[in-house]
């Protein structure tokens, strides 16, 4: 638990001087240099102990009957991962939309905040209908 909780902070670390460049001189230049670049284009180590150390901290704080995922909330953001292709190729082209729409009327927080949100539901909801419809083909016993 200690080390999964060292490698997310030093994780913080490194994102928070992407934007923050005062905290780039804090970063050792051999890890720098060891890290960098970063690619999300493969699973490289880096990227798999991070999903590891997020799956081991999560695994020790929640309860193991805990019924948060039976919550509608929870449920929205299941089906979206149920149809995780689908919705990432529509968030490629909300993504793109709200971009659109934030340079032709303003791109203040409050719109970002607007924007954001709608895409949001638009994709739960996107999610919400293959679900519905992928229940309505399915052959045999209806188990939910």
């Not at 490194?14 to 960098?36: G, R």
Request: charged share 10%; aromatic share 10%.
């Amino acid at each position: 638990m200690a080390i999964a909780t060292l490698f997310l902070a030093f994780g913080l670390a490194v994102a928070l001087s992407w934007q923050f460049h005062a905290l780039e001189v804090l970063l050792p230049q051999a890890l720098v240099q060891l890290i960098y670049p970063i690619d999300k284009s493969s699973l490289s180590p880096l990227r798999l102990f991070h999903f590891l150390a997020l799956a081991v901290i999560m695994a020790r704080v929640l309860r193991h009957d805990w019924h948060g995922l039976m919550i509608r909330e929870s449920k929205a953001i299941i089906r979206s991962g149920e149809n995780s292709l689908p919705i990432y190729c529509l968030s490629v082209l909300l993504s793109f939309l709200g971009h659109v729409v934030l340079n032709q009327t303003s791109d203040g927080f409050s719109m970002q905040v607007v924007v954001s949100f709608l895409g949001i539901a638009i994709m739960i909801s996107a999610a919400t209908l293959m679900t519905w419809t992928a229940k309505l083909d399915r052959r045999g016993p209806k188990l939910f």
